[in-house]
T-cell receptor, first 114, second 114 residues
């Protein structure tokens, strides 16, 4: 069975602070995909990144960066110099390599204030 | 390209009624998945359709059903509504022919059961 744990329920930061959202996963599959999605108050899930299990390179996209560590089954997401527009619920998700079903974590609500 | 569209955006029904939700995928995408989001259970996978066939199914009762048409549009039906069916229903589409590809989500249909 697959499982995704996002232990941080809610994080509050002041604008310009860096923040890291944690994601730990469990799977018996040897190949799999990991995802991060953002859910603003409007409700739509916005895709941020997909990473496959055989590519442990960290990725940076603007103020966003992701740290994938297979040894600790973690796929953490860092926002550098956070902004108010980053306020949202962030979900980490896992899927098998050959099946489209996404298993989501419970989400981390990020509140960025001025 | 237009994104995933879902209609209606909001629905209010009473217990015992049935409801049909509609999803139009991104042009060219043949896979459509449905998810239920509730405060208590989080985001849960309902089912996935590809080329008019159900390819994957989550752990939901038979009251939840779906179908996909030849133009890849999908509908989800819930019969004999219960209060616990109140949720945000999200549809996602992907271009996956086999295996997993990134799923792009629509804005959701918020169903309230009274």
């Amino acid at each position: 069975a697959q499982k995704v744990t996002q232990a941080q329920t809610e994080i509050s930061v002041v604008e310009k602070e860096d923040v890291t959202l944690d994601c730990v996963y469990e799977t018996r599959d040897t190949t799999y995909y990991l995802f991060w999605y953002k859910q603003p108050p409007s409700g739509e899930l916005v895709f941020l990144i997909r990473r496959n299990s055989f590519d442990e390179q960290n990725e940076i996209s603007g103020r966003y960066s992701w740290n994938f560590q297979k040894s600790t089954s973690s796929f953490n997401f860092t926002i550098t110099a956070s902004q108010v527009v980053d306020s949202a619920v962030y979900f980490c998700a896992l899927s098998a390599y050959t099946a489209s079903k996404l298993t989501f974590g419970t989400g981390t609500r990020l509140q960025v204030t001025l | 390209k237009a994104g995933v569209t879902q209609t209606p955006r909001y629905l209010i029904k009473t217990r015992g009624q049935q409801v049909t939700l509609s999803c139009s995928p991104i042009s060219g995408h043949r896979s459509v998945s449905w998810y239920q989001q509730t405060p208590g259970q989080g985001l849960q996978f309902l089912f996935e359709y590809f080329s008019e066939t159900q390819r994957n199914k989550g752990n939901f009762p038979g009251r939840f059903s779906g179908r996909q048409f030849s133009n890849s549009r999908s509908e989800m039906n819930v019969s004999t509504l219960e209060l616990g069916d109140s949720a945000l229903y999200l549809c996602a589409s992907s271009s996956a022919v086999t295996g997993t590809d990134t799923q792009y989500f629509g804005p959701g249909t918020r169903l309230t059961v009274l």
